[in-house]
């Protein structure tokens, strides 16, 4: 426990005037109906919720969290969280007036001197950081509710339904757990005992194709149908001296360390009881090659490899990688927040809870500042882990980060000094505790979504950018770095980004190269790579740097080991991980010395570097190039390769649920437009069916007269006309209406008779088609009009806007801008 909550549980329980005032207040406001003895006091509610099981406790480690019917009455037993504002109010101004007045009611917020005089600060808030009890376990690790969960120390599920995720609870999914397919018939049986159900176990299912022979299958991460890398399984009921053969036969990768030389890792748990034996590396005949079948689907390559047990009847389990589960991090963190000492400066807070209800833990780390100047001049580091639950080589180097920096050593305390480490140990548990390689329960890489504006599918990248972006606002974030694993890459190193500031030019680089030469049988500066790709615009690395952290940082360590100096083709221990996160705080320092010697030293030593790679690059492409006055103009992203980390395209997009909904809007949209029965038309239809509309009218005002109804029976059997015509209108439609307003505009009292314009109108068509299409001739004629005097009149012709034709065609021109079906009465 905390050393003040310590001292306060031991204060006497006697009621107080504080106790009476804040039942009163409850009962009023409705917020607290039980009866007044039931009451938890200030001094002893916390003994009374932990013995009573019918007090609800959320977000405290050690306390059960049961089942409570009623909704509502969780909130009441809430109430310290519940209360109205004006509660507040009330309360400050009752406790402020009894100080003043010597009242022997205090408030327990101020923090009190050994003279018992009120101190001008406040404490640290309960429910912020008291998460752990040292009375009674750890909180339970939530699990989506589709996952079938053993009843036993290590916990794992397999997904057995759903396509998205839905909801989690403690121990996954209800109802009775199934038993192993295989039962063992007697003690000859020989049959293995497969069992990957607990937290961060996986493995989908093993297939027995010999006496010693198995296929295993893994199981892909939860809601997708790809990302098969972290294997860790249980075997049971094994035969010593007997040489087993594992073959996996769904992974994905083309490329693996498995092929120069990896071994899976083994841990014997007759071994470890009795000879104090972890994780080893073990296994021979190792191959990795794409699996034969042809389905037209995505190639599967297979990893196989040979084992001896050293036991009969052991328990043994085998694992890509050293795990490092939820549950470990909250013992870790646990024995910090009841360490004393360390719980002075490493203040332990909840950034989010995760999709599944799952703690993302957020550790600040630093010295308490003697003066407020002193605090403000602090600079930020941030660190981060496990965005990527499979990688858990990130875990390990920031548990030996933690264990440096929480420590009494003199470079520790300077760092903390003049340091604010803020610290998200796993920023990925859901994907951690279900055993996914990549994903989290939305089914996408968290590690593309850090532009994500979708808080409630990525909770866990959202509240870490907005805590940055916070961070940013009130000082300096001097450095970012996400610890990630590699698995085609042996060493440990950094990808970066370049600086378009000519004035930090090569600044980026220097943390890298001193990191090297603290490091220089595990890092490798030269795998480092500081190219800013389209595809990875969602890392953390870039969206950070993006919003000016100048050396923003993704840290990959490998799954194998090293070729460089001692450590030359050996594989990584968890111990070598954790080394690392100690070298990271000695670069940290040098980075940070207020003699810039080593600083400029790394400087000039990159411009060196470079300078060769740019000779190297020229040399490739066959050409000679004097780079004295110009070489530092070249763009370095044109001489850096792009980095070999995975496609950010197979976890692109929106999160699986989202997509299931966008599903069924388009597919409620395919149903609409089917009933639809009118389509769209273009505009050219749309303009032929007004031309249309427009004639048949037109036609109809013609029949009051005899003249119009023969022609209009005269214009129905001419359907080859009707469509020339048509045709020939259609080109003019746009300017029709201003045309036909001047027209109008004109002595409305002067009009021809509609014989003359019905002949005017068929004798120019005739006229122009005659002219326009030579070849064309018209069926027959309507009856025309022998007096001579029925001719246009000169002052008659309309007037244009614009000379389409020349001047000695222009009277022609003039009768094909009009439709030529249509009969206007001109003035």
Request: hydrophobic share 30%.
């Amino acid at each position: 426990m905390f050393p003040a909550l310590e001292a306060e549980l031991k204060q006497e329980t006697l009621p107080d005037p504080y106790e009476d005032f804040m039942y009163h207040h409850l009962q009023y406001y409705g917020y607290f109906k039980a009866q007044r003895g039931s009451l938890p006091n200030s001094a002893t509610h916390q003994h009374v919720w932990k013995n009573n099981p019918r007090y609800l406790v959320s977000g405290s480690f050690g306390e059960r969290e049961d089942v409570i019917p009623d909704p509502l009455q969780k909130e009441k037993l809430l109430w310290p969280t519940c209360l109205p504002s004006t509660v507040h109010r009330q309360i400050e101004a009752v406790s402020r007036d009894s100080l003043m007045l010597g009242s022997p009611l205090k408030s327990r917020q101020l923090l009190h001197d050994e003279f018992g005089e009120v101190k001008p600060c406040l404490r640290e808030p309960r429910d912020l950081f008291a998460f752990f009890s040292s009375s009674g376990p750890l909180q339970a690790p939530r699990w989506p509710i589709e996952c079938e969960v053993i009843k036993e120390s290590l916990c794992h599920i397999v997904p057995t339904e759903g396509s998205y995720f839905t909801s989690a609870r403690v121990g996954g999914k209800r109802g009775i757990i199934r038993d192993l397919a295989v039962t063992l018939q007697g003690p000859e049986d020989n049959t293995l005992l497969f069992e990957s159900r607990f937290e961060s176990g996986n493995l989908q299912k093993a297939v027995r194709v010999d006496t010693y022979e198995y296929e295993l299958t893994l199981r892909t991460d939860l809601y997708t149908n790809k990302h098969t890398q972290w294997f860790y399984f249980r075997v049971q009921n094994t035969r010593k001296d007997v040489t087993y053969r594992f073959t996996i036969v769904n992974l994905l990768k083309p490329k693996s360390l498995y092929t120069i030389g990896m071994k899976p890792l083994m841990y014997s748990q007759l071994d470890a009881d009795t000879h104090n034996i972890g994780w080893r590396r073990e296994g021979k005949e190792i191959r990795y090659f794409k699996n034969n079948t042809e389905d037209g689907q995505q190639p599967f390559y297979c990893l196989t490899w040979t084992i001896q047990f050293p036991h009969d009847q052991d328990t043994c389990f085998f694992a890509h990688f050293y795990p490092y589960t939820y549950t470990d991090l909250q013992c870790y963190l646990l024995s910090v927040a009841n360490n004393p000492v360390q719980s002075q400066f490493c203040k332990l807070r909840t950034l989010c809870r995760s999709l599944a209800g799952n703690t993302v833990y957020l550790l600040t780390i630093t010295n308490p500042s003697r003066t407020p100047q002193e605090a403000a001049a602090k600079k930020a580091v941030v660190l981060s882990a496990r965005v990527h639950p499979g990688e858990s080589n990130g875990s390990w180097i920031m548990k030996g980060f933690l264990d440096f920096i929480l420590s009494n050593s003199p470079d520790a305390q300077l760092l903390r000094d003049i340091f604010i480490f803020k610290v998200v140990p796993m920023l990925n548990p859901d994907g951690v505790i279900v055993g996914n390689y990549r994903c989290s329960l939305a089914g996408r890489d968290l590690n593309r979504h850090y532009k994500t504006i979708l808080k409630e599918s990525f909770p866990c990248i959202w509240y870490t950018r907005n805590m940055i972006k916070r961070l940013l606002e009130e000082r300096e974030v001097l450095l970012y770095c996400d610890f990630h694993g590699h698995s085609r890459k042996n060493n440990i190193f950094l990808y970066g980004c370049n600086s378009n500031d000519r004035k930090y030019w090569l600044h980026e680089r220097v943390f890298p190269l001193m990191l090297s030469k603290n490091a220089p049988d595990k890092f490798s500066f030269q795998s480092c790579n500081f190219k800013v790709q389209k595809c990875k615009e969602g890392t953390g690395r870039v969206v950070m740097w993006r919003m000016g952290i100048l050396n923003s940082y993704t840290m990959e360590s490998t799954f194998g080991g090293s070729t460089l100096g001692n450590k030359r083709d050996t594989h990584f221990t968890t111990e070598d991980l954790k080394s690392l996160g100690y070298h990271v705080c000695d670069t940290l320092l040098d980075f940070c010395d207020p003699d810039r010697t080593k600083f400029m030293q790394c400087l000039a030593e990159l411009k060196e570097l470079l300078q060769q790679e740019i000779h190297k690059k020229f040399n490739e492409l066959g050409q000679d190039m004097d780079l004295e006055g110009s070489w530092s103009d070249i763009s370095l992203s044109d001489i850096e390769s792009s980095t070999s980390g995975s496609d950010s395209s197979l976890s692109d997009g929106l999160p699986v649920h989202l997509l299931n909904i966008a599903h069924e809007v388009n597919e409620k949209k395919k149903m609409y437009k089917k009933k639809k029965k009118k389509p769209l038309q273009t505009r050219k239809q749309r303009n032929e069916q007004y031309q249309k509309n427009n004639l048949m009218r037109e036609l109809k005002l013609t029949e009051d007269t005899p003249e119009r109804a023969g022609f209009a029976s005269t214009l129905q059997k001419q359907p080859t006309f009707f469509r020339n015509s048509e045709n020939a209108s259609s080109s003019v439609m746009r300017n029709e209406k201003p045309r036909l307003n001047e027209l109008h505009g004109r002595d409305k009292g002067s009009s021809l008779d509609p014989s003359k314009m019905t002949s005017l109108i068929l004798t120019k068509n005739k006229e122009r088609m005659q002219t326009e299409k030579p070849g064309f001739t018209v069926s027959c004629s309507p009856k025309r009009s022998t007096n001579p005097s029925q001719e246009p009149v000169p002052d008659m012709k309309p007037s244009w806007s614009r000379n389409r034709y020349p001047a000695t065609e222009r009277g022609r021109a003039a009768m094909t801008v009009y439709p030529s079906l249509h009969i206007y009465t001109y003035p």
